[in-house]
């Protein structure tokens, strides 16, 4: 089992910028790719950012981004603190949601599929002012 616990969320206004944090916990050996999902109110969970987290991995460090959300958000990580990060600048109103972090035992070809990832925690809420 991994336990994945989010911090970082707030509120902000507009164009402001913030950076949640995401740890995990247990067995983290087995986590191959991490990402960041959002949900809004009655909207479906999107896929934000993915990276691969497995340092023997030839892939390790490759991030994918949602294209609407790229050049705005960016995914890094701490291997050596098994986290994984999400800076999110000129934030919108529109980015107001909440912020689930999510580990998966494999990097599957849909980065962004909900149904991909085995672990998920248990969000931080992001609200964005006009």
């Known amino acids: 089992q991994v336990q994945l616990v989010e911090s970082g969320g707030g509120s902000v206004q507009a164009g402001g910028s913030l950076r949640l944090s995401c740890a995990a916990s247990g067995n983290t050996v087995s986590v191959f790719c991490m990402a960041w999902f959002r949900q809004a109110p009655g909207k479906a969970r999107e896929g934000v950012a993915r990276i691969n987290t497995r340092r023997s991995s030839v892939n390790y460090g490759l991030t994918h981004y949602s294209d609407s959300l790229k050049g705005r958000f960016v995914i890094s990580q701490d291997s050596a603190k098994t986290a994984v990060y999400l800076q999110m600048s000129s934030l919108k109103p529109e980015d107001t949601a909440i912020y689930y972090c999510?580990?998966?035992?494999?990097?599957?070809?849909?980065?962004?599929?909900?149904?991909?990832?085995?672990?998920w925690g248990q969000g931080t809420q992001v609200t964005v002012s006009p």
């Open positions: 999510a580990a998966a035992s494999a990097c599957r070809v849909d980065w962004a599929d909900p149904d991909d990832y085995d672990y």
